[in-house]
């Protein structure tokens, strides 16, 4: 089979708007926006709303909103344009018309009339004589008078495709080499429907035909149809596009497909997330989601799992794209989310991704104070939701204090803890400057006066002035806290240390 004629190189992502967008789907989608950046092409956003029964008014949204959070921008398609649209496709209804009239005039397709009762029975004696389901063909050897007397009749009817009987159909896939499929194996597919619509079949290929598609990058599970878009192909005497069906994804156990059923814990303990809006709720960030979804499938190479957008449409080749499906391992995403916010973020940037979180968790921003927070917290993320846990406690309106006992720290009791946070409070408000290295200055050697570790007196001050016992770094949280908010959570720690102290 040849490729196709055209040299700028024109791909789509064709979802089905039936809902949510799945992480298959925004790999399936990634890889072809890769392919059109690699070459310089066009990467085109196609929606496939054929199916009115499993139509979802939101989806159009989610898929857009997956797409740009991704950053897979579209060159053509809704919202944007272009010069095939419409690229809805409830708004080509006549286009497929016109070509499954064009098949029935050129005999090529065939009204058929059959109800689905006899459909349905046609099913039932071919099971009991343990064949595999399927039309009979019956409305394609109708005569011409016995069609004119159905139409006259009225009778609603769908439109087959003549397949070839005899022979075999091989589609050469870019990944998988030539796949060869027997003919008689094959259906005669429905191509318009009773309702109008045409068939997800009928509509793509003409769609990818009139839209100059020249790569059809698209989930293996449509291998399947490839046979019987080549011979749609050749029935209209159109070129078809080149075509490489991408590894499916599974679950990170390698068994089963990945779905919606996939969501929850695996085996291993594994948390699985399948819809993009997931990973996004869960706090990964887009870059590393792209970088993860790069290497599921394809590999960048040179053993190397971190690398950017850029780097990746340099060395994208879909030649090298995988043919068994992959394993989808969750917990790389984990590590790899880790890296991008600890390393490839600007502080800014940091800053700018934890805001809506803290908000999420209604908390209050002030911009100044999380430029301030925000060289505390980065080394220490994994994810942007860390920092509720770790540094929420800035941006709580009310501050309320540990109880009591938590102050308390190893090997100490509340007489000595209320001591030491005495003695820190003196030191604390003697100082000129309320900074780093002056803290440390006074506060190591009063540990040591008082006969303390380090980490037992900073313990039991941390406490005292974040409630956390584990949190941002000490003095730097004091710093950003202020002379007076620090004294004033001390004051409170030594006032409650005092009824332990008296019950003792
Ligand atoms: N509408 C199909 C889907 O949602 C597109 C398959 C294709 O790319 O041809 O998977």
Known sequence: MSTTPFSDVRVRFAPSPTGPMHIGGARTALFNWLFARHNGGKFILRIEDTDQKRFDPNALDQITGALRWLGLDWDEG??????????????????????????????????????PERLEQVNKEKEAR?????????????????????????????????????????????????????????????????????????ANVVDD?????????????????????????QAFGWPMP??????????????????????????????????????????????????????????????????TVEESIERFDITKVQAANSAFPMEKLDWLNGVYIREKLSPEELAARLKPVLERHGLTVDDDLLRHV??????????????????????????TPAPPQELIQKKMDAAQTRAALERTYEKLAAMDEFEHDRMDAELRPLAEELGLSAGQLFGALRVAITAQAVATPLFETMMILGKETTLARIKQAIDSLNILVNEA
């Open 209 to 233: 035909h009139l839209m100059h598609i020249t790569h059809i990058l698209r989930a293996n599970e449509w291998l399947s149809s490839a046979p019987l878009h080549y011979q749609l192909y």
């Open 242 to 307: 080149a075509i490489a069906h991408l590894p499916v994804l599974l679950n990170p156990n390698g068994k089963g497909k990945l779905s919606k059923r996939s969501t929850g814990f695996t085996e291993g303990g594994q948390k699985v997330l399948v819809l993009v809006k997931e990973f996004q709720e869960a706090g990964y960030l887009p870059e590393a989601v792209v970088n993860f979804l790069t290497n599921v499938g394809w590999s960048f190479g040179d053993e190397r799992e971190v690398f």
């Open 78 to 115: 809704p919202e944007v344009g272009g010069p095939y649209g419409p690229y809805v496709q409830s708004e080509r209804l006549d286009l497929y018309h016109q070509w499954a009239n064009w098949l029935l005039e050129h005999d090529k397709a065939y009204k058929c009339f059959c109800t």
């Open 130 to 202: 343990k064949e595999p389901p399927g039309y009979d063909r019956h409305c394609r050897y109708l005569s011409r008078d016995e069609v004119a007397q159905n139409e006259a009749e009225g009778k609603s009817y769908i439109v087959r495709f003549k397949m070839p009987l005899e022979g075999e159909t091989t589609v050469y896939d870019l990944i998988r080499g030539d796949v060869t499929f027997d003919n008689s194996t094959l259906q005669d597919l429905v191509l318009l429907k009773s309702d109008g619509y045409p068939t997800y079949h009928l």
């Open 374 to 399: 925000v060289p505390l917290v980065q080394i220490r993320l994994k994810s942007p939701e860390d920092i509720v846990e770790l540094a929420g406690f800035f941006f709580r309106d009310d501050f």
